[in-house]
């Protein structure tokens, strides 16, 4: 569907509540919108009711896209802004873990362990972020936000949203030194 006329032909009947056409965008699009629900969440479940929630808004906010911008962008945005809104409602400070013990076990380092991973592998790092950190990280580093945007989206302050950017990458670093050390053991 990289036609944009047949694409805008298939948003005009979704607009009028056709359910055909609203099946032939979700089926489309899926594959996207679930590669960003992927990062923001621990699980494919998860993910699936984030994505699942995020086309109820697309569905029921239709008329509010506009046919100068690129509905990818728009369905994007929608994703981004429905995995925030789980953080929000999941409890910010869920699943923290202790880093440091798993730090103190590992050995060495090996700077290829990064090139090594595919982008699956990637993924899952992120999944283990914990929600805060996770979502920080996809805004940041992924999706291009500031920190003051990314503060105002998620109701904490410019210092927390930094912090947050700096234990994730700590975390991820310490998941990759240990794929490394299990790598070459």
């Not at 896209?65 to 910010?92: C, P, V």
């Not at 290829?112 to 993924?123: F, G, H, I, P, R």
């Amino acid at each position: 569907m990289e036609d944009p006329q047949q694409l805008n032909a298939i948003i005009q009947r979704c607009l009028k509540g056709d359910r055909e056409s609203q099946k032939v965008l979700y089926e489309h699009f899926y594959g996207y919108a679930m590669s960003i629900c992927l990062r923001y969440t621990r699980s494919r479940e998860e993910a699936r009711e984030i994505l699942n929630d995020g086309f109820m808004k697309v569905f029921t906010r239709l008329n509010q896209h506009e046919d100068q911008s690129s509905f990818k962008a728009w369905l994007r945005r929608i994703m981004i802004n429905t995995a925030i809104d789980q953080y929000r409602k999941s409890g910010k400070h869920e699943h923290h873990q202790d880093l440091e013990a798993a730090a103190a076990q590992v050995v060495s380092v090996h700077g290829d362990a990064l090139d090594a991973l595919s982008y699956e592998e990637l993924v899952m790092m992120v999944q283990q972020l914990t929600p805060a950190y996770r979502t920080v990280f996809n805004l940041y580093v992924i999706d291009g936000y500031a920190h003051e945007e990314i503060a105002a989206q998620m109701g904490i302050s410019v210092g927390t949203s930094k912090s947050n950017l700096f234990k994730a990458r700590e975390q991820l670093r310490t998941l990759l030194k240990r794929i490394n050390v299990k790598k070459y053991a």
